[in-house]
């Protein structure tokens, strides 16, 4: 009797595993699975600048182009200085992950070199063959 029970025990445990390992879509976080990708990029400080030290938040959209504009969540989306002319610093939020809406963050903070001179940073969104960039302005002053 103690080994008809264990065994059902065994049976139910084994069941329950299978229902769930089934879950998911069965692509792992982070594989971009797609014909054609967009990334924008976005600082949202316009033409103002920002000061040495200032920080700002980038937006990177990630959409899937292969079904009218879906967006991609889940995916991760590594930050990078095209041109970094103040020493400035970018760090992903998140770890850079899409989120349900295809938005991944970083933050964004000016250097301090070449005070009193206005100059540009160039930082680009990427994934797998895509991606997206945005200049923003250092601006002078002492």
Same mark, same amino acid.
């Given at each position: 009797?103690?080994?008809?029970?264990?065994? +059902?025990?065994?049976?139910?445990? *084994?069941?329950?595993?299978?229902?769930?390992?089934?879950?998911?879509?069965?692509?792992?976080?982070? &594989?971009?699975?797609?014909?054609?990708?967009?990334?924008?990029?976005?600082?949202?400080?316009?033409?103002?600048?920002?000061?040495?030290? +200032?920080?700002?938040?980038? &937006?990177?959209?990630? +959409?899937?182009?292969?079904?009218?504009?879906?967006?991609?969540?889940?995916?991760?989306? &590594?930050?990078?200085? *095209?041109?970094?002319?103040?020493?400035?610093?970018?760090?992903?939020?998140?770890?850079?992950?899409?989120?349900?809406?295809?938005?991944?963050?970083?933050?964004?903070?000016?250097?301090?070199?070449?005070?009193?001179?206005?100059?540009?940073?160039?930082?680009?969104?990427?994934?797998?063959?895509?991606?997206?960039?945005?200049?923003?302005?250092? &601006?002078?002053?002492?």
């Amino acid at each position: 009797m103690k080994r008809r029970k264990s065994l +059902m025990i065994i049976f139910i445990l *084994l069941w329950g595993l299978f229902f769930i390992s089934g879950c998911g879509d069965g692509i792992p976080e982070g &594989t971009l699975n797609t014909t054609g990708a967009t990334v924008a990029l976005d600082a949202g400080t316009g033409n103002s600048g920002l000061a040495a030290g +200032m920080s700002c938040i980038l &937006t990177a959209t990630l +959409m899937d182009k292969s079904k009218t504009s879906v967006p991609l969540s889940g995916q991760v989306i &590594t930050f990078a200085f *095209l041109s970094n002319e103040s020493g400035a610093t970018v760090t992903a939020m998140n770890g850079g992950v899409t989120d349900s809406v295809g938005k991944a963050y970083a933050v964004y903070t000016a250097g301090t070199l070449k005070t009193g001179l206005t100059i540009q940073d160039i930082v680009q969104a990427h994934i797998a063959g895509y991606s997206g960039q945005v200049v923003i302005l250092r &601006t002078g002053g002492k």
